[in-house]
Structures are given as C-alpha cells and as structure tokens.
C-alpha cells in the first residue's frame, strides 16, 4: 500500500506533492513499481499534527481522487480519513477501501456509512487522538490490550453488516517506541482474530529513534521491520517507498 499525502505537515512527506501533476506522478510511480493499493490522506495524522475542518479534508482530497480514478482507472485507492463524509465522498469519485485510524471512535457515523457502502474498512487502534495520542500513552499489556479492543471492535462492525474487515495495530499512535515494539514481536497472536493485518510502520519515530538517526535516514530500518512484519504475519505493508516493500515480499515468498 504506497501512500500518498496529501498534507502539507505529514512527518516524512508532508507537503511534497504540491499540485496535481506532482501528484499524478508519484501514483504513477508507485503504480510502476507494483503498489497494490493507493492510500490517500488529507488529514494528518501525525502526533500533534494541526486539526483541520471537514471542509478542508473535502476539499484536499475528493478532487484528487476524481483525478486520479480519471488517469488511473486500475488504481485501487484506499481512502485514509476517520470522517464518514469524507470516506462517502471519495467512494463515491472511485475510492475502494475506507482506512479509519480511529475505527469509528472520532465519527458514531462511519459504521453506518461502511456498511451502507459495503467497502473494505482498514479499522486502526489508536489511543487518544493524534493531537493527544502520545502525551502519556498507557497500557496494562499492550498486545493484550489491543487485541481484546480488535475483538470487540470486530463483533460490533459485523452487527453493522460489515463484511469486509482489516486491522492495523497502529504502529506509532498513541505507543511508546517500546510499545510498539512489544506489538511487533508479538504480532502473531493477531492471526488469531482470522482478519487481515495491515502493517504501517514506514519511516517512523520507532526506528529513527532506535539508530539515532531521523526519518530521511529510516528507510533501510523500514525494510528490515517490514520483512519481520510480513514473516509474522501482516497482509499488507503500508509504506513511502512501495519499490523496497515490493521487494521484501517477493523475498520472503520464496520461502514459503
């Protein structure tokens, strides 16, 4: 899953791609280099990141997904907002799959919305919201934690009709680096849920943090959390550099 921001304050990539043309040009790229799925997010979600209207986010993302559905008729794009308006309005201009960082806890509307349009819904756990997430993140057992919360999110989108489930332990939101990485060693036990499992944990603090680098330098220690993510278990891998990701799965079915 490559992803695209559309922000201009996103930690790595914010404000990068500043007109259309750019745009269509990394979709191209990501395309050309084997992304299955596009993901694009109007909203940062970074810790402390800015909020923003519902206008705005509309504004930022339903033209460019009109766009590229135009150029890119193949794409499958996943639409990255917590907002049932803005999910239904880019589904509506050719979006695929609603990604929900907050699964349906930042908008009572979103099940409703997903069921109605009976789309995939990625459902992510963040703790806190991304302007609180990582103030003084807690937990009994995190891993423990997070799968009796997919649990139960789980039964309470199927009494909406939802059939199509995905989650993502949420790398990064509302963690500690040694959350996460208790999350990722135990990534495993989240097989058990018989749901796919969504891996973000592209360029992020945890591993620029760990080699006291930052997240331009990241991209080798993502290659390696990717490929123990995938030999642990995830079905998808979302991430900046789609050509590298590729190439860990490719690598690591060879072994199956």
Avoid: W
């Avoid at 299955?36 to 909020?51: E, N, Q, W």
């Avoid at 990582?134 to 995190?142: I, S």
């Avoid at 591993?207 to 390696?224: E, P, R, S, V, W």
């Amino acid at each position: 899953m490559g992803i695209l921001n559309l922000t201009p304050d996103s930690f790595y990539d914010g404000g990068k791609y500043r007109n259309e043309k750019e745009v269509l040009l990394q979709v191209e790229t990501m395309l050309n280099d084997s992304a299955t799925f596009i993901d694009v997010g109007a909203y940062s979600s970074r810790p402390g990141a800015l909020h923003i209207s519902e206008k705005e986010e509309l504004q930022r993302s339903v033209p460019i997904v009109k766009k590229i559905t135009h150029y890119f008729p193949e794409a499958l794009l996943s639409i990255d907002t917590f907002r049932s308006v803005v999910a239904e309005a880019c589904i509506k201009e050719g979006g695929a799959i609603i990604n929900d960082i907050s699964a349906s806890e930042m908008d009572s509307e979103m099940m409703t919305t997903v069921a109605r349009l009976q789309v995939p819904y990625i459902m992510m756990h963040m703790q806190g919201t991304p302007q609180s997430m990582q103030l003084k993140p807690v937990y009994n057992n995190v891993t423990q934690d997070v799968l009796q919360y997919f649990s139960e999110k789980t039964a309470h989108a199927r009494s909406f009709g939802i059939n199509d489930l995905i989650i993502d332990p949420g790398f990064g939101f509302g963690k500690t680096t040694q959350h996460n990485f208790q999350l990722l060693n135990n990534l495993e036990l989240f097989k058990h849920l018989n749901l796919p499992i969504l891996a973000g944990l592209s360029r992020k603090s945890m591993i620029y943090k760990t080699l006291k680098t930052d997240a331009q330098n990241a991209l080798n220690g993502t290659t390696t959390l990717n490929t123990l993510a995938l030999y642990k278990g995830a079905s998808i891998l979302r991430v900046h550099d789609v050509k590298e990701a590729v190439e860990c799965v490719k690598l690591l079915n060879n072994l199956t």
